[in-house]
């Protein structure tokens, strides 16, 4: 597999398709296309209304074109009035969000998730973005027994917080947050909750083993990003001139991808860029061909040649 020529350009012009309201205190916009990494970064609103401002950075959804927007004062009576600016391209906003009620306090979307057996965490998807949180009011709870090593990191959007910890797939955990464990967006602090978690067990999930070899002349770090579902699910490093066996065992069943990114500034991310100071991204290369792991299948002997 050759990825020297595959680049993410998109086929046609940008346009906004549809500007909705979704959740109290919010509002949707769609454009017609994914878009591009530069694009996404350099999206903002525009508000003919000072008193709009400031509002939460975009909430970006699987399909990269939907963008969801909290507003951070809003009244009943109140119509967003502005222009999302990408670039040089600009679209009106006009649109009446539903009213928020002040005081609704803030919870998970679901009551029970998925663990892999593995250090890859649990990722947890909350009805409004989160602001702060105090791990001090949580207790993970493995077979009865509360247990203190595992971390909470932010998640991929604002309404998301993820568990680092090793879980096995022979163990029933269960996630119990206090009162006032975490505040949203609005300032309102949390219910009492609590999330079970299901870890999968290895004879339901999958192998896939690839050889990676580096024949660029970019004298910088690559990294080599496994993806599902829009999101990374695994990241590697690889240096110049190197070759690098990559396994990655026990994933779960579903449809991945690859992508990769030379880390020009040597900072350990991807740099967006900015139009405004005439930065360019870090050039970003996706291979458009899917793979897919199925239950019990080990897929090996996957040559990838970066030139």
Do not use: C
């Amino acid at each position: 597999i050759d990825m020297s020529v595959v680049e993410w350009v998109p086929s046609v012009p940008l346009k906004l398709k549809d500007q909705s309201t979704t959740l109290p205190g919010t509002y949707r916009l769609v454009f017609n296309r994914p878009l591009l990494p530069l694009e996404e970064v350099n999206l903002r609103i525009n508000y003919f209304d000072h008193y709009k401002k400031p509002h939460i950075p975009q909430h970006l959804t699987d399909t990269r074109d939907t963008f969801l927007f909290y507003l951070a004062k809003y009244t009943d009576t109140s119509t967003v009035r502005g222009l999302a600016i990408i670039g040089s391209d600009s679209f009106p906003v006009n649109i009446k969000p539903k009213y928020f009620k002040p005081g609704r306090k803030t919870e998970t979307i679901q009551k029970e998730t998925f663990a892999l057996p593995g250090p890859e965490g649990v990722t947890f998807k909350y009805s409004r973005p989160v602001l702060n949180i105090s791990k001090e009011r949580s207790h993970l709870i493995k077979d009865s027994i509360e247990i203190a090593n595992y971390e909470i990191i932010p998640g991929d959007i604002p309404s998301e917080f993820i568990i680092k910890y090793p879980f096995d797939g022979q163990t029933a955990y269960a996630f119990i947050m206090d009162s006032a464990f975490l505040t949203d967006f609005y300032g309102i602090p949390s219910d009492v909750d609590t999330v079970r978690l299901k870890v999968q067990s290895e004879n339901n999930l999958g192998n896939l083993f690839i050889n990676v070899e580096r024949a660029d002349t970019v004298d910088a770090p690559l990294f080599f990003q496994l993806i599902k579902s829009n999101k990374v699910y695994r990241e590697d490093v690889i240096e110049s001139n190197s070759v690098l066996d990559i396994k990655y065992h026990n994933i779960g069943p579903g449809t991945y991808s690859f992508r990769y990114y030379y880390d020009l500034n040597k900072n350990k991310q991807w740099d967006g860029g900015n139009i405004l100071q005439n930065i360019q991204p870090e050039p970003l290369i996706l291979y458009p061909k899917k793979t897919e792991i199925r239950t019990k299948w080990t897929i090996e002997d996957v040559f990838i040649l970066i030139k």
